[in-house]
């Protein structure tokens, strides 16, 4: 996994951007920066997110997280019990944000 720390002007931290090697060709820093100055927590991809779920590096005593379209972050977050695989799929990116 790859992970950019990002920080504003006056050096203060503000989150993350985190993608999978697989995505290293394809991923668009400039877009996944946007989206991190938006939504002010870390951004992560979806294959990266759940390579953290995965690897039990993120659970829900962390934090929350809201799926993000390119566009705008959904209104329902990562731990929804009623979500299945089609309903996220369709959303390259995460919004994360820590307790």
């Known amino acids: 996994m790859y992970t950019i720390e990002i920080k504003d002007k006056d050096d203060k ?3 993350y951007i985190c993608y ?3 995505e ?3 991923i668009n ?3 996944l920066n946007r989206i991190q100055q938006e939504c ?3 951004v992560y991809t979806l294959n990266a997110f ?3 779920i ?3 590096f993120i659970n829900s005593y962390d934090g929350i997280g809201y799926f993000h379209n390119g ?3 959904t209104e329902f977050c990562v731990w929804d019990d009623g979500l299945i695989w089609d309903d996220v799929k369709k959303f390259p990116y995460v919004c994360w944000y820590n307790k």
């Open 71 to 73: 566009e705008k972050e």
């Open 54 to 56: 995965d690897h039990g």
């Open 50 to 52: 759940m390579e953290e």
């Open 20 to 22: 999978t090697d697989k």
């Open 29 to 31: 820093i400039s877009e």
């Open 13 to 15: 931290f503000c989150g």
């Open 40 to 42: 002010k927590g870390s």
């Open 24 to 26: 290293i060709d394809v």
